[in-house]
């Protein structure tokens, strides 16, 4: 049974019984409702004339949908981590405002005007843009998704933390526009030598990583645009390396240096860190790729479900640092039938996906699950099937199904089935 099916049996169930409203009240129940008959304030006053706001914000009802932070996770708030409210969100794209923040030194105040981007090591001509140099090379608009590996990585040993905002929130997913980086290095002339690159951020950190030259040929965006505006000051204004389907790590902020290199630097971020600890003492390293994940927001521990039984909807999203996601399935009672989602919305190559299921809740306690299936045929696996593989020393790379538990009242919360 998939969601179509259902929602169109529910409207056509609605219409033969003459009854069973999807949503809503009769009229005639909800006479005298004050929110009816009286008249509202806005009702009666004018409002703020145009320019109250010369850089519009959300409504102050919507105070409560912001980033968040979990004050035990780091020492410090110039290298640590803060989450995207995916529990408050919908469709696909993330407003500016919302994209999880992660730097190492603190936000770098980068005047745009002094700001320079070097290319230099194996290349036939070593060369320093302006940022109105960047800006006369053609530019393309692309959406995909940037996820810290070290997303759920708090939830490897057993389930931690209380939302989907702390367990899936270090992900992002805006449309850049940006100069393809196979451009500025032809521009340059990488030598035949060069294999790799290692972009470097003009922060504190000074952040560095290695990458192959074909991923830097083939799809890498050197970006200066989020939806439409500049990059924000966190997301490395005026200027940041997109490295699409691959860990976040990798998409340099700040970017003022590319050096062409024969080999890898194995500096910190691809030694020390992100890197996978196995079972036998052992490190996988240079896991790059995003794999196939999802996970429900809502319900879920910060949006419980405020209505009692009868329709509810269920939403989430999933994505593939391989390509694009063609199915999710959800489960309400911890995997024993699984139901197809309806997908909605855009279906974009390494960008976030949006699902629904539309479903009659009983109101019963429900263990609820999704499990994302990615253009080549890989389905995320269960908590188990990636401990069989990986053990439980990762941090990294955490793409396991999640499980949420609801009970009678609508009440969420994270806990593990294996
Ligand atoms: N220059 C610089 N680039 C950086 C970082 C940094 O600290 N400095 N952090 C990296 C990490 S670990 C991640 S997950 C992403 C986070 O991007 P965001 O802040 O836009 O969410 O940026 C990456 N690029
Ligand atoms: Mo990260």
Redesign the pocket.
Known sequence: MDAKTTRRGLLKGGIAAGAGLLAGTTAAKAAGDPAITEMQPWNQMLGDGVDANPYGKPSHYEAHVKRRSVEWLTADPVSSVNFTPLHELDGIITPNGL???????GI?DVDPAKHRLMINGLVDKPLVFTMQDIMRFPRENRVYF?E???NSGMEWRGAQLNGCQFTHG?I?NVMYTGVPLRYILEEAGVKTNGKWIMPE???A???TRSIPIEKALDDCLVAFKMNGEALRP???YPL?LVVPGW?????????RRIEVGDQPWHHR?ETSKYTDLMENGKARRFTWEMDCKSVITNPSPQAPILHTKGHTVLTGVAWSGRGTIPRVDVTLDGGKNWHQARMDGPSLDKSMHRFYFEFDWDGSPLLLQSRAHDSTGYVQPTKAQLREIRGVNSIYHNNAIQTWYVNEKGIAENVEIS
């Open positions: 994209a999880f923040e992660r730097h190492h030194g770098a940037l810290c590996a070290a270090m992002h951020g003009a922060d950190s000074g952040m966190e997301q490395g940041r860990e976040g790590n990798m998409w340099v902020k700040w970017l971020e």
